[in-house]
């Protein structure tokens, strides 16, 4: 693939490629000035650059796999499967601290629904979600949907860092 910044027109890739990917890197980028390549790889480096991560081989294929899709919520579980299917071998407690580094320079959000089940948000913004039961789904609430009445006074020391809003569904029952 090749590195140098080819000229881009948008109808051109709009041709070219039909699912194109929405890189958090774009957001990134709002004010930067720099265009976009329109190569995922080539956005992901950057985006792992601008968050002082060194772009490692595992770093860009996971980063691939986890921002070229849009915005989605993931387990580890699952992003290895992907990995594996990409026909890129990793273990899972690699996309585990892989995530975790992800998470820790802000490009992810972790989200952990019940002891047991963690999911990464590739949308880092404030937001909240709905939690469909049977089927381990999160969707997107905007945050501006939910209105908080009331929040707790802190302990002294303390300040709200975020406030995570997770509602559960299920089906309604027939009858
Ligand atoms: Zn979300």
Known sequence: ????????????????????????VARLRE?????RTGCPFHDVRHMLRE???RPTRQRLALGWL????????ISAEILHE???KARFPVSLATVYNTLHQFTEAGLLREL??????????T???????????????LVDIPSAAVEMERVPEPPEGYEVARIDVV????PKRRG
Not at 31 to 35: D, K, L, N, R, V
Not at 66 to 73: C, E, P, S
């Open 31 to 35: 004010g930067a000035g720099a265009p």
């Open 51 to 53: 968050v002082g991560l």
């Open 112 to 121: 952990a629904i019940d002891g047991s089940k963690t999911y990464f948000d």
């Open 1 to 24: 693939m090749s590195e140098a910044v080819r000229p881009h027109p948008v109808s051109f890739s709009r041709v070219l490629v039909e699912d194109e990917p929405v890189l958090p």
């Open 66 to 73: 986890l921002f070229a899709k849009g915005d989605r919520h």
């Open 123 to 137: 949308n880092p913004s404030d937001h909240h979600h709905f939690f469909l039961e049977g089927e381990n789904n």
């Open 82 to 84: 992907e990995a594996i």
């Open 167 to 170: 509602v559960r569904l299920r």
